[in-house]
């Protein structure tokens, strides 16, 4: 074991150099090399729930999903967006439902920076809307109540009256609106077919290197010794 040990010593110190020059050059070469001309595929995901409050455009996610994949809903909402990403939007955005009233929604992109933003503005654009109409029915139901509420009935009349808001009551506790249960994290972005960059490719280089100077400092040692067993 000793005598082996000796020898790997000796052989590192015979070719340090060789090797060494070596595992920079693979180095060097791994900086320098070309990229792929693949380019890389990111995909970013946001998962919501919809809101509840009678809306059957905004509260169904049959009809969310298609009302996120068809045009006028991008064109409308997110103009400059459609006339920079237009094509892209109809093949690479997703619209999924989930369990109850959970929508997922995915979107790819050859840039980490340009998914995230579409996805973004996508999502932005469609909290603003169900707020918007959220917002709208909240006020009627609130307005409706407060007439009701001021306005004088006979006796005859006033369980009628209570029992009314009494329903309006339950209908404002029982809305909502949208919620964002996961919002689009760009720590979180799926890679597919990335290319490497420099300094990857120059890391890689350069563990390459190790493990061949590791081999040839081992290999012949380790096989002389077992031919001589």
Same mark, same amino acid.
């Given at each position: ?53 009678? +809306? ?8 969310? !999903? =298609?009302? @996120?994949?068809? *045009?006028?809903?991008? &064109? /409308? ?14 093949? +690479? ?8 009233? !959970? =929508?997922? @929604?995915?979107? *790819?992109?050859?840039? &980490? /920076? ?116």
């Amino acid at each position: 074991m000793g005598h082996m040990i000796q020898r790997l010593k000796e052989r590192m110190n015979k070719y340090f150099l060789i090797l060494l020059a070596t595992t920079i050059l693979l180095g060097v070469i791994g900086w320098l090399l070309p990229v792929g001309q693949e380019k890389s595929s990111y995909t970013l995901e946001t998962t919501l729930t919809l809101g509840n409050y009678d +809306n059957p455009d905004l509260n169904d996610p049959r009809s969310v !999903i =298609i009302l @996120l994949t068809e *045009t006028p809903f991008v &064109e /409308e909402h997110l103009n400059d967006l459609w006339e920079e990403k237009f094509e892209q939007i109809g093949t +690479n955005l997703q619209v999924t439902a989930g369990p109850g009233k !959970i =929508i997922n @929604l995915s979107y *790819t992109d050859h840039s &980490e /920076e340009s998914t995230a933003k579409v996805l973004n503005k996508i999502t932005r654009a469609f909290m603003k809307l169900d707020k918007e109409q959220f917002d709208k029915k909240q006020k009627f139901i609130q307005d409706y109540k407060k007439a009701i509420t001021s306005e004088e009935v006979g006796p005859e009349a006033k369980v009628d009256q209570q029992r009314f808001i009494y329903e309006l009551n339950t209908a404002l506790f029982d809305m909502k609106p949208a919620k964002l249960l996961k919002p689009a994290d760009i720590n979180a972005i799926n890679t597919e077919n990335r290319a490497f960059n420099s300094k990857e490719r120059a890391v890689l280089g350069i563990l390459l290197g190790v493990t061949l100077s590791f081999l040839w400092i081992v290999f012949p040692v380790i096989s002389k010794e077992q031919s001589f067993e």
